[in-house]
């Protein structure tokens, strides 16, 4: 079965690093685009990054993240990660990764992990 899970959420202070892992399941980590959304609860989702599946893995953020976060594949553990630093207290929320089972980044998503929280105190 094609399944995401997240993890390595948890509180941190401003300023602060965390890094979160997406582990794909029932596919190859390399053969799909893997973005990254964040989501404060009872508002709509925020994409904040995608890592392309191509040969130079193609990166796009946000506006509001670029320059603090990075998106990296680790094929040998089928894991997408998201590294944020510099966080601010309005990077709270939860996040989650998802595909669109495409090798490019498009906007719809078919497949979402569950999400993972992180807060950030100020």
């Known amino acids: 079965q094609v399944q995401l899970v997240e993890s390595g959420g948890g509180l941190v202070q401003s300023g602060g690093s965390l ?12 053969y799909f685009s893997i973005a990254w959304f964040r989501q404060v609860p ?3 989702r925020e994409k904040v990054a995608c890592i392309a599946a191509d040969d130079h893995n193609t ?3 946000s506006d ?6 990075t998106v990296a594949r680790d094929s040998a553990r089928n894991t997408v990660y998201l ?11 939860i996040y989650f990764c998802a595909t669109p089972r495409t ?3 498009i906007s719809q998503m ?3 992990g569950p999400g993972t929280q992180v807060t950030v105190s100020s």
């Open 19 to 30: 890094t979160l892992s997406c582990t794909t399941y029932g596919f190859p980590v390399d």
């Open 42 to 44: 009872g508002e709509g």
């Open 59 to 61: 990166a796009f953020y």
């Open 110 to 112: 078919d497949y979402w």
């Open 64 to 69: 509001s993240v670029r320059g603090r976060f």
């Open 103 to 105: 090798h490019v980044c």
């Open 83 to 93: 590294q944020m630093n510099d966080l601010k207290p309005e990077d709270s929320a």
